[in-house]
DNA sequence: GCGACAG
DNA sequence: ATCTTGTCGC
């Protein structure tokens, strides 16, 4: 596969990405998250207010899984079903949190960034595990944190959100700034390792890629119906 | 050539 | 990510 023309386009949309400090209140903070069956991907957003995190709004979609997983090129693969579900929402939120990097990545655009640009929405990554930068590991301790660097320049944050557990990979998306990626997710994440409306996000999308993902019961329940 | 490698 | 039950540990 030829990744060079994909990588080009990263670069530009790169360019349109916004490293700034969220200005006014933030209302509604929401979860994207991606689920997988066999060929069909499933996505998935929950809105929460902030700072309650009363569940507000919920959307999915569904589309066909076209673009395989490579590293690097997320975004291609997950985009897609994630814009059709953002545009299902009725109460727009103010910023996102998506699994995955934000400018933490070899081209400055991770998935979190990608969707910020095409959203023009606010965006943060959160992801589980590392894939660009080097880092140190941070001390132990919620809130803790040490930088993701490329060179002199930070790029994200290696944060831990509980004790005794192993950090995110947080980094800006698009329309925030470092100190506005540890308050936010810190200030979304209570009992659990992963932020409320990321989990919320990721169980909503393994429901719905269970009872829509496998095989057709629908035509099982109307061959059934017909000959009863 | 070798190791790394979001979901 | 997905395939998957019970189980070791704070």
């Known amino acids: ?30 979860g994207v998250d991606v689920a ?17 995190l009363y569940v507000v709004d919920e959307a999915f979609a569904q589309a066909s ?8 090129f997320l975004s291609f693969r997950e985009i897609p079903v994630i814009v059709k579900t953002y545009k299902k929402l009725r109460k727009k939120p103010d910023l996102i949190l998506v699994d995955g990097q934000g400018i933490a990545h070899p081209r400055r655009l991770g998935l ?11 965006t943060i990554g959160c992801a589980k595990s590392h894939l660009y930068g080097d880092y140190t590991v941070p001390r132990l301790g919620r809130g803790r944190y040490t930088y993701i660097r490329d060179g002199k320049k930070r790029i994200g944050i290696v ?14 998306g698009n329309l925030v700034d470092m100190s ?14 992963i932020p409320e409306p990321l989990r919320y ?15 057709d019961r629908w035509s099982f329940y109307g061959t059934a119906a017909r000959i009863v």
């Open 180 to 193: 506005d990626c540890r308050n936010f997710v810190l200030a979304s994440t209570t009992k659990y390792r």
């Open 36 to 52: 997988q069956k066999a060929e069909l991907l499933f996505g998935c957003i929950g809105v929460f207010e902030f700072p309650s």
């Open 112 to 122: 979190a960034s990608h969707v910020g640009v095409m959203l023009g929405v606010a």
């Open 65 to 72: 899984s076209t673009f395989p997983y490579i590293p690097g």
């Open 1 to 30: 596969m030829r990744l060079d023309k994909l990588i080009k386009r990263q670069h530009k949309l790169a360019q349109r990405v916004r490293i700034k400090k969220i200005h006014g209140t933030i209302q509604y903070i929401a």
């Open 201 to 215: 996000a990721h169980t909503m999308a393994r429901e719905k890629a269970r009872e829509l993902g496998s095989v």
């Open 159 to 172: 944060l831990r959100t509980r004790k005794n557990v192993r950090p995110l990979f947080v980094s800006p």
